[in-house]
């Protein structure tokens, strides 16, 4: 296991299975769920505060402007919910507040 696999990166989602035990993107070590599975996965963790906390981060990021990276097999997934999240009411009240 590398180094970078305990490190958090807001602009970088990596979305392979085990690749970052930090960032709630990446499922474990082993996940091969569908794209369905992996978005009841995101939401299950988006429930837990710790970590929504990276979630959000990483929605701030892409809201902010910043170019953030995707890899790994659900992109797609990845990518359409944190434009979800940015789009939502939820991100709208934490732009105005801030």
């Keep these: 296991m590398s180094v970078t696999s305990y490190l ?14 930090l960032d709630p993107f990446s499922p474990p070590s082993g996940f091969s769920g569908s794209a ?4 009841l996965l995101l939401v ?3 429930r837990v ?14 809201q902010d402007g910043h170019n953030v990276i995707f890899e790994g ?3 797609m997934e990845a990518a359409d919910i944190l434009e979800k999240i940015v789009a939502s009411d939820r ?4 732009k105005r507040a801030g």
């Design 8 to 21: 958090y990166d807001p602009v970088h989602v990596v979305t392979s299975p085990g690749a970052n035990a």
């Design 36 to 39: 369905g599975d992996y978005r």
């Design 44 to 46: 299950s963790r988006y």
């Design 49 to 62: 505060p710790a970590s929504r906390r990276y979630i959000m981060a990483h929605a701030k990021a892409l």
């Design 73 to 75: 097999p659900y992109i």
């Design 91 to 94: 991100m709208q009240e934490t």
